[in-house]
T-cell receptor
Framework: DAKTTQPPSMDCAEGRAANLPCNHS???????VYWYRQIHSQGPQYIIH???NNETNEMASLIITEDRKSSTLILPHATLRDTAVYYC????????????FGKGTHLIIQP | GAVVSQHPSRVICKSGTSVKIECRSL??????MFWYRQFPKKSLMLMAT?????????EQGVEKDKFLINHASLTLSTLTVTSAHPEDSSFYIC????????????FGPGTRLTVL
């Protein structure tokens, strides 16, 4: 799986959009970008994934650059419950291997 | 969505004893389950891959005789930490792959193991 780079921490005001960047310059053509988050002392939670088109679901939006070397996860209206560590992972969709977690971004939502 | 449970959520044991952790897929059948370990302020590290009806595959550096994995059914995998020592204290998390085409992984809530 390709390696990803994320900022170690970010702050965001409650109610504002949280934009979390991820660099994945060595991503392969068949690898998707996945985002998970882990709230303190809980198991990771799947958020969203995409290949090259922007994706949106009830939790977030995923914007992938045209060259696919970076992406941004957007939480449109952050709440205090969104405080968590967010992990960006690139992998083949449908792969049956375990996930490789980097250090992620610790997002802190400020009241 | 698919739900994965773990039991117990917390366990404290004495050094030298063995501890069993269960991982269950509640509303789907899981052909493959994974076990991860997470030390404080660190990221999750994959320990092993468990396939129903076959032997688990362990990551490099994980002792297979110490961390026994059994995946006897499509809804249950167990991790037994044998002869536990304080350095085994950690947060153990399992995940399961569903039988649908996306092979998405669903994570359990984790088990906090403290070895005294």
């Amino acid at each position: 799986d390709a390696k990803t780079t994320q900022p170690p921490s970010m702050d965001c005001a409650e109610g504002r959009a949280a934009n979390l960047p991820c660099n994945h310059s060595t991503i392969s053509g068949n690898e998707y970008v996945y985002w998970y988050r882990q709230i303190h002392s809980q198991g990771p939670q799947y958020i969203i994934h995409g290949l090259k088109n922007n994706e949106t679901n009830e939790m977030a939006s995923l914007i992938i650059t045209e060259d696919r070397k970076s992406s941004t996860l957007i939480l449109p209206h952050a709440t205090l419950r969104d405080t968590a560590v967010y992990y960006c992972i690139v992998r083949v969709e449908g792969g049956a291997d375990g996930l490789t977690f980097g250090k992620g971004t610790h997002l802190i939502i400020q009241p | 969505g698919a739900v994965v449970s773990q039991h117990p959520s917390r366990v404290i044991c004495k050094s030298g004893t063995s501890v069993k952790i269960e991982c269950r897929s509640l509303d789907f059948q899981a052909t493959t389950m994974f076990w991860y370990r997470q030390f404080p302020k660190k990221s999750l590290m994959l320990m092993a891959t468990s396939n129903e009806g076959s032997k688990a595959t362990y990551e490099q550096g994980v002792e297979k005789d110490k961390f026994l994995i059994n995946h006897a059914s499509l809804t249950l995998s167990t991790l037994t930490v044998t002869s536990a020592h304080p350095e085994d204290s950690s947060f153990y998390i399992c995940s399961a792959i569903g039988t649908g085409g996306a092979n998405e992984q669903f994570f359990g809530p984790g088990t906090r193991l403290t070895v005294l």
